[in-house]
């Protein structure tokens, strides 16, 4: 009895270990106010109003890659954006792959004191979330080397040489929204119903996803004040099977005809729910999803949400030249700073009707000009992500 | 309220407790045979893990979702002889391989995905759910009579193969065990090993057939867990099935058929969770239903077996 007592104890503990783990990394206050065009930039707050860099100044930087490139999401969306910015005659670009596996991990922090002890760059750039501490002991070690850090927040400002770039996941949700909630009555299209009920599976009831999800329904009640939105989280990123069971009970009990899956690995459980049913569509997450799910699952992802990291490199180098800098900071990249937007070829190009992607420029464009402007789930207390959902509630 | 009844009568919800089950009921099976041999096996988790990975990269080599299966099985008995082996080879604490085994099982997975397969991770983590498609899961069966007679049919036809096969090694287990003479060891072993000794029996031998057989059936879960419930592994996809197991082990008594009772009613209360869900119940509150009705349901059997056991005592 006395083992069988520790067992399950010991049971109940790692349980407890392992949920805790899957949680979203912290999030910090954005510096960046709403995105307002141009002006984003100067509302940002520049770290230095320095003089504009001399004239045509081609920057030598160093990309470096924790893992390899043809990953068809975060690496090569980087590697696109500096392969335009070298075209352009920008910048030279040294483009170095580390290796993904736990094994290459020491070769990520020699690599990155290598490349900064070489004092020849004036700009080191790296990503995602395994980077951060690396980076940081790289950074004090380097005090006058420049870097910067593409979707993560975990130190932002600890060092005043690394500029942290996020992401404004309601902007994207808006657009995303937009477009299910256009698509969602279009019945020309096969497994679409008549019912204006969309779906969100998200991982954590938290200001992140409430962030993406805030979006998606402003813009979903943008096209259509009756629409019904069905939110459910999984409660973690990693359980794909209950997000398919959550899918599952979306499409048949409550007639979503569409989903978007914000939730790691497990939002491809909405995916496999769609497949299963037959009756319904999948919305992808942050990287163009039709390219990396399996092609049963691509064929009905309509689109995905996306988060444009060549884009955001273009635009703080665009900022650079004109003598704005961000060390220090992290700048939260929205649609006017092209940092966010929505796959529109493959699957999407092929069902949405022409009123649909009208719809959908139309937001893009109103955004941009500053016409609209979307919510933040982020540092909100005020409590309308929760009056929002009941009042979508199908 | 009458959305969510009429939710909760459709045959879709009756078809979902059995699917929730299986892999709960599979890990069950084998808690139980360990239990009944004497020890635990906590390392569930990590032989799922473990097998789920495996079956979906063979299936996914061999483009062969049979293949991938009988990996899966062999890499879960694999992985508990392993475990059988430094427990009672070297004689290190069978709680603490179990830890170390749930313990690679999340990051180790993980590590050997990325060497195996070298996807790497721009966003997600890296995963085989690119790689299998439907035709390299299990499929899901239509039993021929049975799948026409209205809403029973939809309930009790069309399931993953795994499903049907997770309650006919339930009874199989039962049969073993109580009907074999390897069950009559096993049991005797768990009694006491010092006496199934004396008359012969190798206790050594059975503990690893016990914990091969955990093995087994971790595999089975394993398979059903990437291959048929969701397509593809994904780092920490078992999400607590083997630990609720052990739980549903102890709340079945420790029998085959408690066993598979308690696993369905882990489902049921899973199920009940979603369809609260589906009709705006916070998901805060939805969630922990099924972690809620098992602690319940755990303190409701201590306290009859509690009472059980004091009764004699009065008696007398």
């Known amino acids: 009895m006395m083992k069988r007592l520790l067992a399950l104890t010991m049971a109940g503990i790692l349980a407890v270990g392992m949920t805790a783990c899957g949680g979203a990394p912290a999030v910090t206050d954005a510096p960046a106010a709403p995105a307002e065009g141009a002006a984003a930039a100067e509302e940002a707050a520049p770290a230095e109003e320095a003089a504009p860099a001399e004239e045509g100044k081609v920057y030598n930087v160093a990309y470096l890659v924790n893992g390899n490139l043809g990953d068809k999401s975060f690496f090569d969306s980087a590697k696109s954006g500096l392969d335009e910015l070298e075209k352009a005659g920008r910048i030279t670009c040294t483009t170095i792959e580390m290796g993904g596996t736990d094994e290459d991990q020491p070769r990520w922090a020699s690599t990155l004191d290598e490349v900064s002890a070489d004092g020849s760059y004036d700009l080191i750039i790296c990503g995602t979330y395994q980077m951060p501490d690396y980076l940081k002991e790289a950074a004090t070690n380097y005090p006058d080397q420049k870097y910067a850090i593409f979707d993560d927040t975990t130190y932002v400002g600890e060092s005043p040489n690394v500029v942290n770039l996020s992401y404004r996941q309601n902007d994207m949700g808006y657009l995303i929204g937009t477009f299910a909630a256009s698509m969602t009555t279009d019945t020309s299209v096969e497994n679409i119903n008549p019912d204006p009920v969309v779906g969100f599976v998200g991982g954590v009831d938290s200001p992140v996803i409430n962030d993406f999800l805030l979006g998606f329904i402003e813009g979903a009640q943008a096209v259509n004040s009756d629409i019904k939105v069905d939110v459910r989280y999984t409660n973690d990123y990693v359980d794909t099977a209950i997000a398919k069971e959550y899918g599952l009970s979306m499409i048949n009990d409550n007639k979503c005809d569409i989903v978007w899956g914000v939730a790691g690995n497990a939002g491809n459980g909405a995916a496999e729910a769609a497949l299963e049913t037959g009756k319904a569509w999948f919305i992808g997450v942050d990287s163009d999803q039709e390219l990396t799910l399996s092609p049963d699952l691509a064929a009905l992802t309509l689109t995905s949400g996306l988060k444009n990291i060549g884009n955001s490199l273009i635009w703080l180098f665009d900022e650079w030249d004109a003598g704005r800098t961000y060390w220090g900071q992290e700048v939260n990249l929205g649609i006017a700073e092209g940092g966010v937007g929505i796959v529109t070829d493959k699957n999407y190009d092929k069902y949405a009707s022409d009123a649909t992607k009208a719809a959908v420029s139309q937001a893009e464009a109103d955004i941009l000009s500053g016409k609209i402007t979307v919510d933040s789930a982020i540092g909100d207390t005020s409590g309308k992500v929760e009056e929002l959902k009941k009042a979508v509630q199908p | ?316």
């Open chain 2, 1 to 316: 309220m009458s959305n969510l009844l009429s939710n909760m009568l459709s045959p879709g919800f009756f078809f979902s407790i059995f699917r929730i089950s299986a892999p709960i009921l599979y890990a069950t099976l084998a808690a139980i045979v360990v239990e009944k041999a004497g020890f635990a096996n906590i390392g569930l988790e990590g032989l799922m893990m473990f097998s789920a990975l495996f079956g979906s990269l063979a299936s996914y080599y061999s483009q062969s979702w049979l293949v991938g299966f009988l990996v899966a099985l062999l890499v879960g008995v694999g992985m508990s002889l392993l475990m059988g082996f430094f427990a009672f080879q070297l004689e290190t604490d069978i709680i603490l391989v179990g830890i170390a085994v749930n313990l690679m099982g999340s990051g180790g997975t993980l590590f050997l995905c990325k060497i195996i397969t070298d996807i790497t991770e721009g966003k997600a983590m890296a995963s085989t759910t690119g790689l299998i498609t439907s035709k390299l899961c299990i499929p899901n069966i239509n039993i021929p009579v049975i799948r026409s007679i209205p809403f029973i049919g939809r309930v009790l036809s069309g399931h993953s193969l795994l499903t049907y096969t997770a309650f006919l090694m339930c009874i199989l287990t039962s049969i073993m065990l109580y009907r074999t003479s390897l069950g009559l060891n096993i049991r005797a072993v768990g009694e006491n090993a010092n006496a199934a000794a004396s008359v012969g029996v190798s206790v050594l031998k059975i503990k690893y057939i016990a914990i091969a057989f955990s093995g087994l059936m971790s595999g089975f879960g394993g398979a059903f867990m990437s291959m048929s419930y969701a397509q593809g592994w994904s780092q920490d996809m078992v999400a607590g099935r083997g630990f609720i197991a052990l739980a549903a082990q102890a709340m079945g008594g420790g029998e085959c058929l408690g066993g598979m009772f308690s696993s369905l009613l882990f489902g049921f209360a899973q199920a009940l969770g979603i369809k609260f869900s589906s009709v705006g119940l916070d998901s805060n509150l939805a969630s922990p239903i099924p972690y809620a009705i098992t602690i319940i349901s755990l303190a409701i059997f201590g306290f009859v077996r509690i009472s059980r056991a004091k009764k004699p005592k009065v008696a007398a």
